[in-house]
């Protein structure tokens, strides 16, 4: 059997002219008109009785071997019992046909009987298929390709089922994400095999274009696809988010053409719309934590044009906003000033290191102050084996001293509660620490703004090596969130958290507190107890404010969510301080609040929490206003 395209076995399809003919045989006559038939064939007595019509007393098969009868009879429009009709005939061998089992090659018989005629449809099957061959699929595995294809062993050709097939396997490369991959030929051989040619969408070569003041460099090492691999729209997107993550661009696109050299690679084009990268910021406001304050900062993300980032910040606040029975009420401030290489000596690797200082009341260590000065260098490197997974580890010197803010009260508290005033010197333990801090991350949300779907999870270990007299200590922190869409623009969230003492004595500072911001909400800012392990959970619905996108399509607007959550969580390794302010160690709270992303700012919250369970003696359970700048943790 000679090979054929596929262009050759496509046209078939559209073959119109068909070799369809209503023959006979030496007892057999083609039909033309009813009364030839009576005349010839039929005696007077048959020939009065079909005087108007002449009846399809039987239909007949004949010539197929593997396709089915009833399944040929089926698609046969005339019926037994109904008129001879040319017309119908022919357009019963074109249905036939159009089964795509069988040749040109057939025609309609027709023998008389005494009751009328039998319709016999004469077959020529296609060659039977034995097998496929595929050719050209690096990309997709052959058993996958086949799946689409096996159901057709051991039938006649047709070319139905082969372009069903070739689009099935067309629709398996994209989801994948090879939206290129196209099946360029089909061929037949002798011996019934089927070849099947896939062009799986090479591309040629990788441009730039848009770019002024960014190096070409700095685009291409953020494109993970490269000139002679496969095109795939998923691995490209990630590389787009990833070149928009340098924040030097407004807007990322790609271009996709045939190349003029070989019709059958593509040239891909990534175009680019720089922005001013610089920016200084001046603001203020008010929040739970530090109450009025203001802030400014410089930043620059694309620094000489090297895709690195500089930037230093700085916040000074009044002090709390609310008053709290263990948290001084004092001003604070912080100043940060940070660089970032996000391809150290052009590898995967990102480098960034950071020189701080702070100084607050602390939230830990109820009526003490907080100050730190201190300096890190972290490098992270994502796993090319594992999608979405990076590793880091950060080395850093940090001092921090925890002084005494309010002697007097806390001799009164401890008095009063009944606990031995000489535990506070421990709640006041501070060093110099050499830091050391491996994390992993694994990140597959689909937004870092208002996610809907993917999942966050961090795993981190922090050592502390003590310069000084206090001990050494290491500690070890966990975080899950997990984004389910609800609808076409909610989100509903399920996130948890676990940290504690991994060795040594763990000083206060460095523990953790249960009530607050970013801990359970309908407490204040450790209300729910303090301590040295944590476990809590947060359940969270987002949506968007009803109806307004209907009023309004600014983004800004349309962006805002609403939300309701639920709030659990219980300390480990309690701190005397519970005792000394009676602080349950646990606790459940609900409310509801506002999500509003800030350009510059980042996301903003603003939450009513109530809590379910006890706050403790003295104070009342009642509803709490939270504003904090971040997503909760």
């Not at 009709?85 to 046909?97: E, F, G, N, P, T």
């Not at 200082?357 to 003490?368: E, I, T």
Request: charged share 25%.
């Amino acid at each position: 059997m000679l090979k054929k395209s596929v262009l050759t076995l496509i046209a078939l399809l559209c073959i119109t002219n068909y070799s369809l003919a209503i023959t006979d045989n030496p007892e057999e006559k083609p039909f033309s008109k009813a009364e030839d038939i009576a005349k010839e064939h039929l005696d007077q007595e048959t020939e009065r009785k079909y005087d108007e019509a002449v009846l399809i007393k039987e239909i007949q098969v004949e010539g197929n071997h593997l396709v089915n009868e009833d399944e040929i009879k089926e698609a046969v429009l005339i019926k037994p019992g109904e008129e001879l009709d040319r017309q119908k005939i022919r357009a019963s061998l074109k249905s036939v046909y159009k089964m795509g089992y069988f040749s040109d090659k057939m025609k309609a018989v027709l023998k008389p009987t005494g009751e009328g005629v039998i319709l016999k449809i004469v077959l020529q099957e296609n060659a039977p298929i034995t097998g496929f061959n595929i050719e050209g699929n690096d990309s997709v595995d052959t058993t996958e390709i086949l799946e689409r294809l096996n159901g057709n062993i051991g039938m006649p050709q047709n070319i139905n089922n082969l372009n069903i097939a070739i689009a099935q396997i067309e629709r398996l490369y994209e989801s994948k994400g090879y939206i290129l991959a196209r099946v360029t030929q089909i061929s037949d051989d002798p011996d019934g095999i089927i070849n099947i040619d896939i062009n799986e969408g090479t591309i040629e070569d990788i441009k730039i274009s848009g770019n002024k003041k960014t190096k070409d460099f700095v685009i291409r090492r953020n494109i993970l696809i490269k000139p002679g691999s496969v095109y795939n729209e998923n691995a490209l997107k990630a590389d787009l988010q990833r070149i928009y993550g340098t924040q030097a661009f407004e807007d990322v696109r790609r271009v996709i053409e045939p190349s003029d050299k070989d019709p059958n690679k593509y040239i891909l084009t990534i175009e680019v719309d720089e922005k001013r990268s610089g920016s200084i910021t001046i603001g203020g406001g008010i929040d739970t934590s530090t109450g009025l304050f203001g802030s400014g900062g410089y930043t620059e993300h694309n620094f000489r044009g090297l895709g690195q980032e500089i930037g230093i910040n700085f916040t000074g606040g009044s002090g709390l906003m609310f008053q709290d029975a263990d948290i001084i009420k004092r001003a604070s401030y912080q100043i940060e000033a940070r660089f970032l290489e996000p391809r150290f000596r052009q590898t995967t690797n990102a480098l960034q290191a950071r020189v701080y200082g702070r100084d607050f009341a602390s939230w830990q260590v109820p009526l003490a102050i907080e100050k730190y000065l201190g300096g890190e260098v972290e490098i992270t490197h994502p796993f090319a084996k594992v999608p979405h997974l990076a590793g880091g580890i950060a080395l850093g010197v940090e001092g921090v001293s925890i002084e005494e803010g309010d002697d007097f009260t806390m001799r009164q508290r401890f008095q009063q509660a009944g606990v031995d005033f000489s535990k506070r010197e421990e709640m006041l333990t501070s060093g110099t620490f050499l830091t050391l801090g491996p994390r992993l991350v694994y990140d597959t949300r689909d937004s870092f703004i208002n996610p809907r779907s993917g999942m966050y999870a961090s795993l981190g270990l922090k050592e502390y090596l003590s310069f000084n007299t206090t001990d050494s200590f290491g500690r070890v922190d966990a975080v899950i969130k997990q984004y389910y869409p609800v609808g076409k623009k909610s989100s509903f969230s399920l996130m948890a958290k676990a940290g504690g003492n991994l060795h040594g004595d763990m000083p206060l500072f460095a523990g953790y507190s249960l009530g607050g911001m970013r801990s359970m909400r309908g407490y204040r800012q450790g209300e729910a107890g303090r301590g040295l392990g944590l476990v809590m959970g947060t359940a969270e619905f987002r949506t968007p404010i009803p109806f307004m996108d209907k009023i309004t399509k600014n983004k800004f607007f349309n962006d805002i969510r609403i939300a309701a959550f639920a709030d659990a969580g219980r300390i480990f390794q309690e701190s005397p301080i519970n005792d000394v302010y009676d602080y349950p160690g646990y606790g459940i709270s609900v409310g509801a609040g506002l999500r509003i992303n800030i350009p510059g700012l980042g996301p903003v919250k603003l939450d009513w929490g109530y809590p379910l369970t006890s706050v403790g003696a003295g104070r009342d359970q009642k509803i709490r206003f939270l504003f904090d700048i971040g997503e909760m943790y």
